[in-house]
Every structure is written in C-alpha cells, then in structure tokens.
C-alpha cells in the first residue's frame, strides 16, 4: 500500500528497560489492531543520562526495522515516546482577543495553543501542547470543553534536544522520514482515563524499573510532572547488597514475596542451592525501598497542595507485580491508590501503559490539529 494512503501507526516506546517499538492501526473507536511488536532490553538510563547512549540507539533502530518488516507496513512516520526523566513541563496562562463575539473554532484554538509556545533554550524541543483548561471572560467558571473560550492555560512539554537527536538519527537509520515525539507522561493520562475523569485532578505515577514519573493531570493537560530515577530493579538491587545473593536469585526474590503474608522467620521465599532467601528478610527489605519511594512520591504530591481525596494510579512495571505494594504504597501516602492498565487485548498489562498510550495518542495526532482532537474529545470520539 502506498503511504500516501496508510493508516499504520508506528510508535517507539522508551522506558527505563526496554525499548519497545508497535505498529498498528485502529478498526474502530477503542479497537486497534496491533500488526506487530518488538522490545529489546538494554541498559536504560537514570537522572536524565542513559548508561549507554550508542547501545539504546541500535536497539531503537533494530526493534523499528524489525516491527516494520513483521507488520509490512509502508508507513514512514514514527511516533517516539520521551519518558518523564527527559521531559520539563512548563505551564503558561494564555489568552486572546476574538474581533467580535462569535463561537470559537478550531483555529482559534490553535492560535491560542501556539501563542505562548516560544521557548529560546535551544537545548530543549517543545513536543507537545496542550490545555488544562479555559474560561471565558464573562463568568469565572473553568470550562474543560473549548467551545465558547478566549483564555486558558496551556501546559507545554518540552523534551531535551539530546534525547530528540539520538532517536531521531536511529529512526531515519530504519528508514523513518518524518519522526515526531510525544511526552509519555502525558499520553498515559489522555490516552487510559475518559474525558469525565480528567475535568478533576488525577495523578498519575509511572514506576518502572529503574525511573518513575509522577504526573499530576486535569483538562486534556498536565497541572505537574516531576520524575526521579527509582525503581523495582532498585528493589532487587537492595535485596542483592543486604543480603549478598546473585542479582538474579533477588529478581526472583522481588517478585515471589507477598507483603500480605506474615511469614515464619524460617521461612524460605527462594533459592539456588547454595544462596537462600528468606522470606521475613525479603519482606523488610522490600517495605523499607517502598516507604522510601512512597516519601518522595508524597513529596511530590504535598508541594502541589492536592487533596487527599485526589486519587493516585500506579501504572508501570516496577511496583505493580508486587503482591501488596499497592496497598502498602497507599497506607503510607495516606490516600486511595489504584493500579491502572490500558484495555487492548494482548497488551492489558499495567507494563503495557506506556506503549499502549502511545499507540492511541499517536493515531490522533497522525491526522488532527489539537482543536480538531480537542473536539472529538467532547463529541464521544466523532468529528
């Protein structure tokens, strides 16, 4: 098929771990086919710098090159995810004059959006625009529907050039020649809660396996987003230094251990034949890295002055799978914590949300303005 004519979506997924890449395509409203998907693990990266720049590149490259041969799309536009440790979000009130009283329309909104994106740092790329919310001047309500605006506040992602540049190079190596980038954070919450949930503040907290990012969301933007390089491998790193077993032997360990069970000090949770485990010793190290995440996530939370009621939706791969994190994370922010997943069938994990996110997200701005989107949006997905 010519690509003048595809509607294959291909996007690239970077997390802390894996480099992942998907091509697909929607059928219908919320049904998408997903053609083809391939990851590779490398050495991923903490506070904002990769462990090895050169190595995440090849594997961008390869998982790209493979997923477009196993698909047999001819797209040639790819959509590249920048996670939350290279992502700086900066929101700006924004306003215009109409020249008459009149309903607004999709230019409107667009000239409102890029009036306040000017950024001279050169060392940062803007990515992403995108409304909290507007009002009008005639009331001081907030409207999350568009229609009728002539002033809002719009949050702008920008993501750093270093990050944009090593991926964009690796995309056009596969053979991509119009490569764009969306901020991960803020597709999850666009992508995974319904417009109803987003017109009151919802926070959402990515914690993967060596980064997490905590994005606090409302309108169809982001309110906060602050990320710091904590994870489940820095679970299975403090099980490996306290109690000097093979790092594998700790893998094994952080996903086996349930911290709704009181286990019996003799109690074995693992072992190797010559390493073991306990299972009571397993359970401390864990809750001590846990409580210690849950602070800073507080942290977060606290500097924003959000109420407790606000819920928290853990997504990501480095805490879900540990049978009592969730409750025990809860208990020590003192508020609601749900884990949250997206619905795609084959992808339904709380690990998939990155990737997923970016799929839908992807598939939108393929073809749309941010009006036009901003419209189906309010209008239940139609045009």
């Not at 219908?28 to 086919?33: G, N």
């Not at 991926?167 to 597709?187: L, S, Y």
């Amino acid at each position: 098929m010519s690509a003048l004519f595809n509607k294959d979506i291909v996007v690239l997924d970077v997390t802390s771990r894996l480099i992942s890449a998907i091509a697909g395509c929607r059928k219908a409203q919320s049904v998408y086919d997903v053609k083809a998907c391939a990851e590779r693990e490398y050495d991923g990266y903490s506070d904002g710098e990769f462990f090895d720049a050169d190595a995440a590149a090849k594997a961008a490259e390869e998982v790209l090159s493979e997923a477009v041969n196993a698909s047999g799309t001819s797209a040639r536009r790819v959509f590249i995810g920048v996670p939350g440790e290279f992502v700086t979000l900066v929101n700006r009130p924004v306003s215009v004059t109409l020249d008459r009283v009149r309903k607004v329309i999709d230019a409107d909104i667009d000239y409102l959006i890029a009036k306040g994106g000017v950024f001279e740092d050169d060392s940062y790329v803007l990515v992403n625009s995108s409304a909290v919310c507007f009002s009008v001047d005639t009331s001081d309500k907030l409207y999350f529907d568009v229609r009728g605006m002539n002033a809002g506040r719009v949050s702008y992602m920008l993501a750093e050039r270093r990050f944009t540049d090593l991926f964009e190079a690796a995309a056009k190596r596969a053979g991509f020649k119009d490569v764009r980038f969306v901020a991960t954070p803020w597709a999850e919450g666009v992508a995974m809660f319904e417009r109803e949930h987003r017109d009151a503040t919802y926070v959402v907290v990515d914690a993967g396996y060596l980064s997490t990012s905590v994005a606090i969301g409302r309108g169809e933007g982001l309110v906060d987003l602050k990320s710091f390089s904590m994870g489940g491998g820095h679970i299975a790193a403090d099980i490996y230094e306290v109690l000097g077993v093979p790092f594998e032997l700790a893998e094994r360990a952080k996903e086996l251990v349930d911290l709704n069970l009181s286990y019996s000090d003799d109690a074995v949770l693992v072992a190797d034949g010559e390493h073991v485990v306990y299972a009571a010793e397993a359970c401390e190290i864990v809750r001590a890295r846990l409580e210690y995440f849950a602070e800073i996530v507080a942290q977060v939370l606290d500097g924003g002055d959000f109420p407790t009621y606000v819920p928290v939706w853990l997504t990501g791969e480095g805490m879900t799978s540990i049978r009592g994190a969730r409750a025990y994370i809860a208990e020590k922010l003192g508020r609601s914590v749900e884990i949250c997943a997206p619905k795609l069938p084959g992808f339904a994990r709380p690990d998939d949300s990155s990737k997923v996110s970016l799929l839908i997200v992807a598939e939108t701005l393929s073809k749309d303005t941010f009006g036009s989107y901003i419209k189906r949006v309010f209008n239940g997905g139609k045009k």
